[in-house]
């Protein structure tokens, strides 16, 4: 949830730190809640970090997909 306006990156990482998909890239996004949809099917099955870059802030969260 967006506590302000802000612009916004969205990325998910493997855990080499190689980006492997850029959900969102710099948009300007309203205050409130929002929602996007990943298709990670073309994925190995393992463990990822997704990172959500707003208005100064910065919050990491982990992601663990099977195929």
């Not at 309203?30 to 994925?43: K, M, N, P």
Request: with cysteine; net charge positive; proline share 1%.
């Amino acid at each position: 949830m967006l506590a302000e306006p802000a612009l916004v990156r969205l990325a998910v990482y493997d855990l080499s730190g190689r980006r492997v998909a850029s959900l969102i890239e710099g948009e300007r996004r309203s205050a409130g809640t929002h929602q996007v949809s990943f298709e990670a099917s073309r994925l190995a099955s393992g463990v990822y970090t997704c990172r959500l870059e707003a208005g100064g802030r910065t919050e990491t969260r982990r992601l663990v997909h099977f195929r």
